[in-house]
């Protein structure tokens, strides 16, 4: 059974058949599909918060043509190298988006989490992988204990320095994932007059220890136009793309660009 804290009181939520409620009474269902939504109005800072469905669509259509597989494989590896086998341990996807990571690190030993601010994405994630737990919450205030989670991992997703750091067990890992200089650029570079470099600088930890960091490249090749217009409508230069730009990349027979990622270990000291 999934352990949860009410978003409202901080105290446990019991689960009874499909409603999740603490003792304050704030009750909360769980939905068809298999998720529970964590995240009261109150927390809600627009209607529909998080990335939106055609930005869904478009991630899901990328990821599962295997584009990223060099990353988790590498994300499997150091789970398998950090954690210790034949223990019990609870892991969280911190903006789990569809959950196409998070299952991924699904094993024997653990139960994993996915949270995500957009709806959309957490009930695809929920349906489609029901060995994990999904619901839909913000960063700024997890649903769970302190100390709950032995691993953390947060791919493109904001990162929250406190509040993972609450929700760590001491000696728990944090895993970031984050654009290095080169990530893209190939494409940023039909799509900007100047493309710019990542600024691999960017949120440092300040609570938490680094203790590794690697940097993930390899080339990715393009058979068709439609899986690079799916590339660029997960990324937040879509926005800024012009007609020209757009054009450009409809008309290319074929495109080759870099994956780049900084891969970051931080460990909670004990
Ligand atoms: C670029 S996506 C990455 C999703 C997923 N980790 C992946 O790599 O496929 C960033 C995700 O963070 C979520 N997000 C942004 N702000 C959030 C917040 N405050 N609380 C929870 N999720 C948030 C978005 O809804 C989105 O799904
Ligand atoms: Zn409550």
């Known amino acids: ?43 809600k800072k627009s209607k529909q918060p998080g990335d939106n469905k055609a930005m869904v669509r478009a991630r899901r259509e990328f990821l599962e043509q295997g584009f990223y597989q060099p990353l988790i494989d590498k994300l499997t590896a150091l789970q398998r190298h950090y ?3 034949n223990q019990a341990y609870n892991l969280l996807d911190a903006g789990c988006g569809e959950g196409y990571y998070t299952h991924q690190h699904k094993t024997e030993n ?26 839909v919450g913000t960063l700024s205030q997890l649903p769970f204990a302190n100390d709950f989670f032995s691993w953390v991992v947060s791919i493109y997703a904001p990162i929250l320095d406190a509040e993972f750091n609450r929700v760590l067990s001491s000696g728990g890992y944090l895993i970031t994932v984050t654009p290095a200089e080169n990530h893209l650029h190939e494409l940023k570079a039909v799509i900007y007059q100047q493309a710019q470099q990542h600024d691999m600088e960017k949120s440092p930890i300040s609570s938490l220890e680094l ?20 590339l660029l409508a997960m990324t937040p230069f879509a926005f800024k793309a012009s007609n020209e730009g757009l054009a450009k ?3 290319l027979p074929s495109f080759s660009c870099q994956a780049d990622f900084d891969i970051r270990v931080y460990k909670k000291p004990q």
């Open 1 to 43: 059974m999934p352990q949860y804290l009410c978003p409202l009181c901080q105290t446990p939520l019991n689960q009874s058949d499909k409603t999740f409620r603490c003792v304050n009474n704030h009750c909360f269902d769980l939905a068809k599909e298999g998720y529970v939504n964590l995240l009261p109005v109150q927390h």
């Open 83 to 85: 954690l210790p086998v």
């Open 110 to 135: 653990n139960h994993v989490y996915g949270v995500d601010i957009a709806k959309e994405a957490v009930k695809i994630a929920a349906k489609k992988y029901r060995n994990c737990h999904f619901s």
């Open 211 to 230: 203790i590794a960091q690697e940097r993930l490249n390899y080339q990715m090749d393009f058979a068709n136009s439609q899986q690079v217009l799916d």
């Open 249 to 251: 990349l409809k008309a």
